[in-house]
């Protein structure tokens, strides 16, 4: 499992200063304010891959820990720790471009990000924006009841 997971970006531009600045996309879809990042992600868990075979599902509690399931919190061989912290700061540079909002991660002594965020349907995709391109870097799933820890299915 790779330790460098979601590092999201939440991003809502100001443009180059014009008060009329198109709104930046990711997958797609407008990025998230910090506003919107804290209300898709803490307290969820945001699962990377697909059913069966995910790749990370870490659960963003609300204090701003970030938590790998693994199997659960229950399994004796393979139990859900502690991994690392995230935060989402108003106003970071991302890329090239003007700030944004967005989400960073730190697992250990790496830091990761910062992301850009968008949602859609139950999709969340965490940008960049190399040479001015937001491209997706990673898409994910948000799943959970905004408190509990649960796993991805």
């Avoid at 935060?87 to 890329?95: D, E, K």
Wanted: glycine letters at 14%; one cysteine or more.
């Amino acid at each position: 499992m790779k330790e460098v997971s979601l590092a999201i970006a939440l991003a809502l531009t100001l443009g180059s200063g014009s008060a009329f600045a198109a709104v930046p996309t990711c997958g797609g879809t407008a990025v998230l304010t910090g506003t919107g990042m804290a209300t898709e992600v803490k307290g969820y868990m945001v699962c990377v891959g697909s059913a069966g075979a995910w790749d990370n599902q870490e659960f963003h509690q609300t204090s701003g820990t970030i938590q790998d399931y693994k199997k659960g919190p229950l399994d004796p061989l393979d139990p859900t720790k502690t991994i690392g912290t995230y935060s989402i700061n108003a106003n970071s540079t991302v890329g090239v471009s003007t700030s944004h909002d967005t989400i960073s991660y730190t697992y250990g002594s790496e830091n990761v990000g910062p992301f850009m965020v968008a949602v859609s349907s139950g999709t969340l995709y965490f940008c960049d924006d190399a040479a001015g391109v937001h491209a997706a870097l990673f898409t994910a799933k948000r799943e959970g009841n905004g408190t509990a820890i649960s796993g991805c299915v």
